[in-house]
C-alpha cells in the first residue's frame, strides 16, 4: 500500500461504502503492513486553562457563551502540570497533551508560562503535545525549539459541513495553522468529531481533506460527539460505533502511517467496541478519567482492556528511534523529581 496525498472522492466512497466486515479487513491488513497490530500508544490530555473561550464551536462545554457546568480556571501552575506529566507516565502515558480554551496563541507571559511547561514534560522523556488553537509559524518554532513534539488541531469536519459547526473561524483558518505547524516541522495531530449530525458523504470529506494534505498527519483522532447540556449539540444523536468503526478503517487505509487515535466518546463503547476499533486500525487511545471536560474511562479499565486483548503500550520516541532520528530532547529540568 503506497502512501498517498491524492485520493478522489470516489475512491474514497468505494472504500467506505463496501461491505463492513470487508472494509475492517482491508484495513486490518493495512495496518498489519505498518505497525504492531497488539501495540497501543496511549495519551493523556490535561486542560492547563480551562473554559472562557470566545468561539462558538456548537459541540464545546468551554465556550463563554454557552450556560454549561464548565466553571472557568486559569492557567494551571507549573508544579501541578508537571506532577500530572508524572502521573500519566507512570500509568503508561508516552504521549503528554496540555489544552488551553484559547481562541489563538498570543506572545505573552501565558505562553511562556507554556514553554516552560513544555520544557518540563520533555524533560520526563514523554512525548509533548500542545492544543492552544490557532498559532503563528514564529510561535510554532518556539514551541519547537522548547521540546514540543506535536500541536493538535483538528479540522473537526468537512469544508462543507463545517460552517454548520462554527462560525467564529473558518475552514482556512484551520488549514493555516496546519501549514504552519508543518513549517515548524512539528508532529501534525488532526483528525475530526462524527455524531454532530453530518451526512457520511461529510465523513468521507473529512478523510479527504486530511489525507490529501501535504503530508499525513502523524496522529488522526476520531472523536466521537459527547453531547453536553448547555451547547447547541445537548440533543445531538451521536454515531454508532460501527459508523466509527467505519470512519477508523477508512482512515487506517487512506494513512497508512498515521496513528489512528481512538478519543472522545470512548466511555460509551465496551470493550468488545474497543476490540473492534483497534482491529480496524486504532492505534491510539486518550487514558485519563477526564478529557479537557467530558468523561473517558480510567486507567484501571484501559489495564483491564489491555490485558484481555494482549496489546502492550507503545514506547515513546519509538518511529524516530527506529528511523535513527534523535528527537530534540531537553535536559532534566534542575530539581525535578520522578516521585512514585
Not at 66 to 93: C, F, M, W
Not at 141 to 158: E, M, P, R, V
Request: aromatic fraction near 8%; charge should be negative; proline fraction near 4%.
Amino acid at each position: 500500500m503506497e502512501i498517498r496525498n491524492n485520493w478522489t472522492r470516489e475512491e474514497v466512497e468505494q472504500i467506505f461504502n463496501q461491505p463492513f466486515l470487508d472494509l475492517v479487513y482491508q484495513a486490518a491488513t493495512v495496518h498489519r503492513a505498518y505497525h504492531d497490530p497488539n501495540e497501543v500508544q496511549i495519551s493523556t490530555l490535561l486542560s492547563i486553562k480551562t473554559g472562557g473561550c470566545p468561539e462558538d464551536c456548537s459541540y464545546c462545554s468551554q465556550a463563554a457563551r454557552y450556560h454549561t457546568n464548565v466553571k472557568v480556571q486559569k492557567l494551571l501552575p507549573y508544579e501541578e502540570v508537571i506532577q500530572a506529566a508524572v502521573r500519566a507516565k507512570d500509568n503508561g502515558s508516552s504521549r503528554f497533551c496540555m489544552g488551553a480554551a484559547w481562541r489563538e496563541v498570543r506572545d505573552n507571559k501565558d505562553f511562556d508560562r507554556v514553554l516552560d511547561m513544555v520544557k518540563g514534560v520533555n524533560s520526563l522523556g514523554m512525548e509533548v503535545c500542545c492544543t492552544l488553537g490557532m498559532l503563528s509559524e514564529d510561535q510554532a518554532q518556539k514551541l519547537k525549539d522548547a521540546g514540543l513534539y506535536a500541536y493538535n488541531h483538528n479540522i473537526d469536519t468537512s469544508e462543507e459541513y463545517y460552517d454548520d459547526v462554527i462560525s467564529t473561524r473558518t475552514y482556512d483558518d484551520r488549514l493555516e495553522t496546519l501549514g504552519n505547524i508543518r513549517k515548524a516541522k512539528l508532529s501534525v495531530c488532526s483528525g475530526g468529531i462524527i455524531g454532530m449530525g453530518e451526512s457520511a458523504a461529510d465523513r468521507i470529506g473529512m478523510l479527504l481533506t486530511l489525507a490529501n494534505l501535504p503530508e499525513h498527519p502523524g496522529s488522526v483522532p476520531v472523536n466521537n460527539l459527547v453531547p453536553v447540556e448547555g451547547t447547541p449539540f445537548e440533543n445531538q444523536q451521536t454515531a454508532s460505533v460501527w459508523d466509527l468503526v467505519r470512519v477508523i478503517a477508512t482512515a487506517r487505509i487512506m494513512m497508512p502511517k498515521s496513528a489512528v487515535r481512538l478519543s472522545a466518546g470512548r466511555l460509551e463503547l465496551n470493550y468488545e467496541g474497543q476490540a473492534f476499533c483497534f482491529m480496524a486500525g486504532a492505534n491510539s487511545i486518550f487514558s485519563g478519567d477526564v478529557l479537557l471536560t467530558t468523561p473517558n474511562p480510567d486507567a484501571k479499565s484501559d489495564k483491564e482492556l489491555f490485558q484481555i486483548l494482549n496489546i502492550k503500550p507503545k514506547e515513546a520516541f519509538k518511529d524516530e528511534q527506529k528511523a535513527g532520528i534523535e528527537f530534540n530532547q531537553i535536559p532534566s529540568a534542575q530539581g525535578l523529581e520522578h516521585k512514585h
